[in-house]
T-cell receptor
Framework: EPEVTQTPSHQVTQMGQEVILRCVPI?????FYWYRQILGQKVEFLVS????????KSEIFDDQFSVERPDGSNFTLKIRSTKLEDSAMYFC?????????????FGPGTRLTVL | AQSVTQLGSHVSVSEGALVLLRCNYS??????LFWYVQYPNQGLQLLLK??????LVKGINGFEAEFKKSETSFHLTKPSAHMSDAAEYFC????????????FGTGTRLTIIP
């Protein structure tokens, strides 16, 4: 069964460093998303991406964040200068369609720890 | 703005007993509603969704949920709990036009007592 994959499963970084979280969406999907979950809190939407551009972003997704689809298979989230409060589980998701038929398939997540 | 509230961050039921996980939503427009399950070290898996068709929605693993507009609720139920149901369950809401983002509740951890 097709699935969304994410690497690495756990990333530890020092405050101020750049990190890139990688995702491989399901191959025929066209819509891509990043969510995050700070320990003990809700899963929060960060950004959605379609046709090589951001279609929506939350207030969390500030200038420190960027997304890219560098090739036909990967979808990346970059945090330019990490802060302690960026420590969270980051989930990538993808969907084939939008609207009522939009089912977002989630990856297993990358746990980011900022020291 | 849309939101969902999940009552009870932890729920414990005995094996074979009824599972009831509560979710109430707030939305200014008719919403789409979802239940996701997360097993340890795995991603979020869709259990079921309501998209304005039948108000009683059946999902995977024997779960179902009923959309009740008068109560703004979308509670998740399963008649008989199995040990394998132990997981974290998330209710989520999405607008039915334009906006594709999911807004999640805080989650309910379900424990099954043998």
């Amino acid at each position: 069964e097709p699935e969304v994959t994410q690497t690495p499963s756990h990333q530890v970084t020092q405050m101020g460093q750049e990190v890139i979280l990688r995702c491989v969406p399901i191959s025929n999907h066209l819509y891509f998303y990043w969510y995050r979950q700070i320990l003990g809190q809700k899963v929060e939407f960060l950004v959605s991406f379609y046709n090589n551009e951001i279609s929506e972003k939350s207030e969390i997704f500030d200038d420190q964040f960027s997304v890219e689809r560098p090739d036909g298979s990967n979808f990346t989230l970059k945090i330019r200068s990490t802060k302690l409060e960026d420590s969270a589980m980051y989930f990538c998701a993808s969907s084939e369609e939008t609207g009522a038929s939009n089912e977002q398939f989630f990856g297993p997540g990358t746990r980011l720890t900022v020291l | 703005a849309q939101s969902v509230t999940q009552l009870g961050s932890h729920v414990s039921v005995s094996e074979g007993a009824l599972v009831l996980l509560r979710c109430n939503y707030s939305s200014s427009v008719p919403p789409y509603l979802f239940w996701y399950v997360q097993y340890p070290n795995q991603g979020l898996q869709l259990l079921l969704k309501y998209t304005s068709a039948a108000t009683l929605v059946k999902g995977i693993n024997g779960f179902e949920a009923e959309f009740k507009k008068s109560e703004t609720s979308f509670h998740l139920t399963k008649p008989s709990a199995h040990m394998s149901d132990a997981a974290e369950y998330f209710c989520a809401v999405r607008s039915n036009f334009g906006n594709e983002k999911l807004t999640f509740g805080t989650g309910t951890r379900l424990t099954i007592i043998p």
